[in-house]
């Protein structure tokens, strides 16, 4: 129960960080960082796919009632959370997946927990970034701000993941 809390809490604390922060900051029209993503890539690794999908669904719909994006949220965090099940094992190795836990930095290193997120971040990127433009005449300017956004959420997912107290901690308990 301590862990559904945590997450009810986590979930909570990356929508509101993503629409009163995230959505304003004004780093030009290339570089809009998609931080709310954090909540699918650290939910535990032996989760079952349905429930990392009804979570990215609940995510993305979220996002969407309160930014009125018309969807484009939902579309890419359902794409993410799809893919995230093939791509753990891939990046990590089926082993350390089937051992559970948390895929935080501190536990899974910073290269590997880089490798796993940037997949994801730049899947969910090229997703949103492709649907918001629904055009490939200017896909060049597409695939700038999908590689500009993609590496800003992925900085700032990585410093907050290592901010945040005790998740050092934290890693180690979840094993």
Not at 39 to 65: K, N, Q, R
Not at 126 to 154: M, N
């Amino acid at each position: 129960m301590p862990r559904f809390i945590e997450y009810t809490v986590f979930f909570f604390a990356v929508v509101i960080l993503q629409v009163f922060l995230f959505e304003n900051l004004n780093l030009g029209i290339y570089i809009h960082p998609l931080v709310y993503i954090s909540f699918i890539i650290l939910l535990p690794m032996e989760m079952p796919a349905v429930w990392v999908l009804l979570l990215g669904l609940s995510t993305g719909m979220a996002m969407d009632a309160t930014t009125g994006s018309g969807g484009l949220h939902t579309i890419a965090t359902v794409a993410t959370s799809f893919a995230r099940p093939y791509l753990l094992p891939l990046v990590l190795g089926r082993e350390e997946v089937k051992g559970g836990g948390i895929p935080l930095p501190a536990r899974l290193g910073p290269g590997r927990f880089l490798r796993y997120a940037g997949m994801l971040v730049v899947l969910h990127c090229t997703v949103f970034f492709t649907f918001e433009s629904l055009s490939w005449k200017y896909y060049h300017l597409t695939l700038l701000r999908v590689a500009a956004s993609s590496v800003v959420t992925l900085v700032l997912l990585y410093i907050i993941q290592t901010a945040i107290p005790g998740s050092r901690d934290r890693s180690q308990n979840y094993r």
